[in-house]
DNA sequence: TAGATTGTTAATCGATTAACAATC
DNA sequence: TAGATTGTTAATCGATTAACAATC
């Protein structure tokens, strides 16, 4: 999945700025200059400009931004305005603290499914969702709109289920098994690789162990 | 925390080199040139050969590159040799996902404590570590070497959580809180910030549907 | 030795920052 | 109007890729 112009380390940064105006609407703050922003955001006002004017004019001069306007714009960019099918394929901790996540549903993602394939959790539900097994899993894909699926499963079962889902017309996945999915280049790929942030960590302590001289 | 010479942007490539080179390693292959592990990880041979020079010359002209020697010594950067011990604060489903997370202590992640503030598990075990109350954190965290926090917990809570850890010595925090810790310049944090990457996700799912006019 | 492949320098490309004219 | 701040162009900085001499 290749992008039309705007580079993913901008779109990377909109989440944040959704976040940040986000927070001050709620703190009653009707508008914000870059300059404002970037203080609070650790960025620079330049840079807040230049990822904005990617998709629009959203300010007006002298004046700065309307938060509320701002936040509503990026929301809609970010496709926040549409809602999306979500189903969770593997619902052990990971799974079920994704299936938990209630903030989901605020953001129009919606929980249609989990699978797992413990006999244990058949029937079991979250959020009124019940936990199917995963032999469901093919017909349900094909016989409802599915936008996103969630890989919490061992990463020897994920390019498989990958496959699968593809196959019967899921277009994005959101990836947490630590394997890199070999899919079509019409397949969106989210990957959450908490191994390789665990270890980022790592290394960064080392680093500063041995410029103190621990 | 800011960085020697090396840049993030090479630091977050080395864990992806390490799992490759852990894979070869499984497959039995001893040796791999930088043009062969470029095909299999789609990025371009000059650049694993940039960044592996930014820590030493690990080949040998004509030869490549030893997968044992080259996994262990990237292993040796990310600080995988030393032990590393690690407390989880919050036992909801994602520090549960977390503290069941078996490879961690393979790679020498030693998980130390896990609290919450939730009376009802109090005592509960997990992986033989029991789920303690947040008002032993304090004096845990004093008494006990502590060197990784991960933050499981609400973003309204994590700020004061995460300054008092620093009070009492800890040094790097995992964050998983929606929220931008505001921490000194000598602790470490990395976060992962699920609702960003699910955003990220929802965004190039609308690209795609924009230009396929779906 | 001839062939292969690294380590490293140089060239290119892209992203960030600075500057400022336009304009509210 | 004067002041503030955007949108946007130009300058800088950093990261990636290409090229090739060194060398195993």
Redesign the interface.
């Known amino acids: 999945?290749e992008?039309?112009g705007i580079s993913?380390a901008v779109?990377?940064r909109?989440?944040?700025y959704?976040?940040y105006l986000g927070e001050l609407l709620e703190g009653g703050v009707e508008r914000i200059s870059s300059n404002d922003l970037s203080k609070r955001?650790?960025v620079t006002a330049s840079q807040i400009r230049q990822d904005l004017n990617n998709f629009g004019g959203f300010g007006q001069q002298g004046y700065g931004y309307n938060v509320k306007y701002l936040y509503t714009e990026i929301g809609k960019?970010?496709?926040?305005e549409?809602d999306?099918n979500i189903i969770i394929i593997g619902a052990?901790?990971?799974g079920?603290?994704?299936a938990?996540?209630a903030?989901?549903e605020k953001?129009g993602?919606i929980l249609k499914g989990i699978f797992d394939v413990n006999p244990r959790l058949a029937g079991v539900t979250i959020r009124g969702v019940p936990i199917r097994m995963m032999d469901e899993l093919r017909s349900f894909v094909a016989n409802n709109e599915v936008?996103?699926a969630a890989l919490t499963i061992p990463k020897d079962k994920a390019e498989e289920v990958a496959d699968m889902l593809v196959e019967n017309g899921v277009?994005?996945i959101?990836n947490f098994a630590?394997i890199?999915l070999n899919l079509p280049d019409?397949v969106?790929v989210?990957n959450?690789?908490?191994?390789?942030?665990?270890?980022?960590?790592?290394?960064?302590?080392?680093?500063?162990n041995e410029?103190h001289q621990k």
């Open positions: 999945m992008d039309r993913q779109i990377r909109l989440p944040r959704y976040r955001m650790n960019i970010l496709g926040l549409e999306h052990g901790n990971l079920q603290a994704l938990n996540y903030a989901f953001r993602f936008d996103i277009r994005a959101w630590h890199d019409n969106i989210e959450v690789h908490l191994s390789e942030s665990l270890m980022q960590l790592s290394y960064n302590i080392s680093r500063y410029e």
